[in-house]
């Protein structure tokens, strides 16, 4: 008898653990964006967004706006020619109002706040590609479940003529 239930509790937990990735699967939310610069960002910082644009989750489009705080290494560890690193903080609004004076300081930031997190990630300036991994830290409404999960987001970026960041489309995977 304790050989049997003993097989049949380890029949039990396999068949949970191989429904585990299938069901994680399901949960994963992705997306696409499209990011321009924002002319108005000079420094890292958490006052002015450095890129600017719409995502659409799985259908649902939003406004989303990144704030690049640094590079996020240590001193006198640099990455490999032609490649920069970044962290930075990013949000997700439904209706967001963003204005800027003639000095390029916010007036109106206002809007429902749908997911915000952070993220550290290098870009690769020759191939003008780039990769992030971080966290969604705080999620309401409908995708209040999504607080916590791991985020990817990869793509392109495009420059000007004159050298200055233009456009960033890419890539979101949540969960």
Known sequence: MLRRMSASV???LMA???A?????AQDKVTGEYELAW??????????????????DLEG???????FNLG???PPGQDLPE????FIEIWAVYDGLELAYDDDCAPVTYAGDLVMWGHDAGVSDYEAQEY???????EAFGEHADLAGQPVAMSGTFTMTEDGDPATAPGVIEIG
């Open 71 to 73: 590079d996020g290494r």
């Open 16 to 18: 949970v653990l191989a």
């Open 60 to 66: 649902d489009v939003y406004d989303m706006v990144f």
């Open 82 to 85: 032609g490649s920069g690193a």
């Open 131 to 137: 990769a992030m991994a971080g966290t969604i830290v």
């Open 38 to 55: 924002n002319g108005c960002f000079t420094a890292p910082g958490d006052e002015v967004p450095d890129w600017v644009g719409a995502i």
């Open 10 to 12: 380890s029949l039990l």
């Open 20 to 24: 585990v990735p299938a069901t994680m």
